[in-house]
Structure formats: structure tokens, C-alpha cells
């Protein structure tokens, strides 16, 4: 495979990615939560956390979600459609996110139903069907379901001034529509450190009409060079028109590597012909 590759400036400021945890279906799952009371006991569990269709104009298929209450109490479910985007860091964005924007898939989409009521230890279905406009040109859309829910027990309708304990969990939804070409580079290679461990962030442009996902390897090298550790490329997604930080974790400092100055080599695959790779360097100190 052919490598492309670009020479970058090593940068000692610090700072760490947040990883969203993935459960396939693949789960990749970006969970938003905010615990109920603990009186409730009341949990739910939602899979998958991310689907990911391929599509042409006119195509149409149905989904399903399915939520499982593993508490101790029923669990009230409300299912919205919902825009979304991450954050710089890859935080996933819910508010504030414009509407039916340029990759938004929200208008294609329905859902059933809408509301629903889990008993303890029971499982309910929502199922999604999505109609791609005939007229949609070759890109990667998404869009998301947002279930709330709180405790069985609570009045479905809140009363003025009244207070609500509510939980979230999404389901993002990828609809890649025909296959436009992937155009991704590296514009930053710089390290970043916490008290618990040392990262090397590659921030990736996304200049592409289509989301990708990143893997690959950085290799770290000592003074001699002789490869001191390699560690894998967090798959995580970057999408269209965007530009996304990827932190790839160096070491953990409860076992950090020999103090000297290291070489760093990042190749990440995005799915185009040529890999695409970066250079940095990493000084350890005590």
C-alpha cells in the first residue's frame, strides 16, 4: 500500500481525548446519562448504540432498537428523533445542533412507537423506518434516536414547576448514501499528558462528503532506533466537513517508558489508496 506522508512539528502541550465507548451491534456507542434517583432502581439498556447503512437514492429500510429494563422497577421510554454532531474531542452534541442541515438524515426517518412502558426484567422493540429521497446526492447522513425515560411510577406528564428525573440514552444512525471518495488529512501530531497517562492527538480534516473511521498504528521508537512500543489507532468516527482530535494513548504513567527522547510514527487508514502518516517527536522526563 502506498504511504503518504507528512513531516509535522512536535508540540509539548497536553490534553487527553474522551473515548466513546462502542458496543457493537457494534455498539459504538455514544451514551449520553444522567443517573435517576437511586430510590427508582430503575436501569435501561439500549442496543444497538450505533447503526450504520449503506443506501441509494429511493432505498428504504426498517430497524429495530431494542431496550431492556435490568432494574428493579418498570422503566417509562419516550423515543425522539434527534440532529447530532461531536465536538472537536469527539463528545457527541445534542443541543444546539442545527436542524436539517447539509448531512442531517432526520426527515427521513420514523419511528414506532413513540412511547412505550418496560416492566422489570422485560424488554420493548422501537423500530425505525427510513425512506432516502430519490434526489439525495452521494454523502454520509445521520441522524439519531434519543430515548428518555424515567421510573414507571413517574406522572408522564410533568406538572408546572414540578420536578423530573429523567435519563438519556442514543442510538446514532449512519446513512452512507453511495460511495463518494474519502479526502482526510493530518494537520497536527502534539502530545498531550495527564497525571495518568501520556497521549500523542492527531487531529484529522475531514474535507470529504462522507464519515470515515480511523485505524492504524503508532510505533514509538527510542534513540537508537529500535521500536520501544506500539500501540493500536482508536477506531473512532470523523465526520464530513469536520475536523476531529484522536488521541492515541503513548503510556500509562504507572508504567512509563525510559526517560529520552523518543521518535513517533502515526500511519492511519481511513480507507483511502494511501495510508496517512505523521511524524513527531516525545520527550520523557521524571
Not at 30 to 44: D, H, I
Not at 128 to 133: A, T, W
Not at 237 to 251: D, G, H, K, N, T
Not at 255 to 281: C, F, N, W
Request: overall charge neutral; proline content about 9%.
Amino acid at each position: 500500500m502506498e504511504l503518504r506522508r507528512g513531516a509535522l512539528h512536535a508540540d509539548d502541550r497536553l490534553h487527553l481525548d474522551r473515548a466513546l465507548r462502542c458496543l457493537l451491534l457494534l455498539a459504538c456507542t455514544l451514551l449520553l446519562a444522567s443517573p435517576l434517583p437511586a430510590r427508582a432502581q430503575a436501569s435501561l439498556e439500549v442496543s444497538p448504540l450505533r447503526v450504520e447503512l449503506q443506501a441509494g437514492p429511493g432505498a428504504t429500510t426498517t430497524q429495530a432498537v431494542t431496550l431492556s429494563s435490568a432494574g428493579t422497577e418498570g422503566v417509562r421510554v419516550r423515543a425522539r428523533l434527534s440532529d447530532w454532531d461531536l465536538s472537536r474531542d469527539g463528545s457527541p452534541q445534542f443541543e444546539r445542533v442545527p436542524e436539517n442541515g447539509p448531512f442531517s438524515a432526520t426527515s427521513w426517518v420514523r419511528i414506532a412507537p413513540p412511547e412505550l412502558l418496560i416492566e422489570p426484567g422485560k424488554s420493548g422493540i422501537v423500530r425505525f423506518s427510513l425512506s432516502v429521497p430519490p434526489d439525495t446526492a452521494p454523502a454520509g447522513y445521520r441522524t439519531s434516536i434519543l430515548f428518555e425515560f424515567l421510573p414507571a411510577s413517574g406522572d408522564p406528564i410533568a406538572k408546572p414547576k414540578e420536578v423530573q428525573f429523567r435519563s438519556r440514552v442514543a442510538t446514532l444512525i449512519y446513512v452512507n448514501v453511495g460511495e463518494p471518495p474519502p479526502a482526510v488529512e493530518l494537520v497536527d501530531l502534539r502530545s498531550r499528558v495527564t497525571p495518568e497517562q501520556t497521549a500523542l492527538v492527531a487531529v484529522l480534516a475531514n474535507t470529504g462528503k462522507r464519515s470515515v473511521r480511523t485505524k492504524g498504528t503508532m510505533t514509538i521508537f527510542d534513540a537508537a532506533g529500535k521500536e520501544a512500543a506500539q500501540v493500536a489507532i482508536p477506531d473512532v468516527p470523523v465526520l464530513p466537513e469536520s475536523e476531529r482530535e484522536v488521541a492515541i494513548v503513548a503510556f500509562e504513567s504507572a508504567k512509563p517508558l525510559s526517560e529520552g527522547e523518543y521518535r513517533v510514527e502515526v500511519k492511519i487508514d481511513v480507507g483511502m489508496p494511501a495510508l496517512i502518516v505523521g511524524e513527531t517527536t516525545l520527550k520523557v522526563t521524571r
